[in-house]
């Protein structure tokens, strides 16, 4: 049953413009993460917060940058979307931030930068 | 840094033949998480299994790993394929104190033909 929700499914842009994904988790979790996912199936972790505070931020461009109004809601905006930012990216979240922790992925947002 | 390293690529394999998909971390801490996480075609990667217990087997959906810190293993396997395990598989690792931010391997794609 799908508890983390991401809109939207797909997007096609052009470079330059300016993108917005959003996801929302209903499983009443603390942390929120998003990963990217690239055309090699690579998943790698962008940033994280727990109870709307950032606590991961890994090495990103600065064009991207994420938003979250509470901890159920974590919004990823990219300004000036480049050829390279064409990927899926997944959102997830967990209970906390403990080691044991599983992820609960959405479906993911597919990028297309034309 | 930390790092995962998975069986390479593409595993095809004949329905009933035995799994193992290799993995294999790095780090510098004693007190490592190990996952296996799974995903299929148009659906969300999920949990499959997981373990920070040394030499201890993890059973999940017929699936099972040990986490062996000798050899900084914890390899995936199945005694006999179908076709539904046909997916793509991450192995991934994390250490404590480190905010739940999960290192994912390269991911192993296993396609199970009749």
């Known amino acids: 049953e799908t508890a983390v929700f991401q809109t939207p499914n797909y997007h096609v842009t052009q470079v330059g413009n300016e993108v917005s994904f959003n996801c929302k988790q209903t499983l009443g979790h603390d942390t929120m993460y998003w990963y990217k996912q690239d055309s090699k199936k690579l998943l790698k972790i962008m940033f994280s917060y727990n109870n709307k505070q950032l606590i991961v931020n890994e090495t990103v461009p600065r064009r991207f940058s994420p938003q979250s109004s509470d901890k159920a809601h974590l919004n990823l905006r990219i300004k000036s979307v480049e050829p390279e930012d064409s990927a899926v990216y997944l959102c997830a979240s967990s209970l906390g931030v403990s080691s044991a922790e599983t992820l609960y992925f959405g479906s993911g947002t597919r990028l297309t930068v034309l | 840094g930390d790092s995962v390293t998975q069986t390479e690529g593409l595993v095809t394999l004949t329905e009933g033949l035995p799994v193992m998909l290799n993995c294999t971390y790095q780090t510098i801490y004693s007190n490592p998480f190990l996952f296996w996480y799974v995903h299929y075609l148009n659906e969300s990667p999920r949990l499959l299994l997981k373990s920070s217990t040394d030499n201890k087997r993890t059973e999940h959906q017929g699936f099972h790993a040990t986490l062996h810190k000798s050899s900084s293993s914890f390899h995936l396997q199945k005694s006999s394929a179908q076709l539904s395990d046909s997916a793509l598989y991450y192995c991934?690792?994390?250490?404590?104190?480190?905010?739940?931010?999960?290192?994912f391997g390269a991911g192993t794609r296993l396609a199970v033909c009749p």
């Open positions: 991934a690792h994390r250490v404590s104190g480190s905010f739940n931010k999960l290192t």
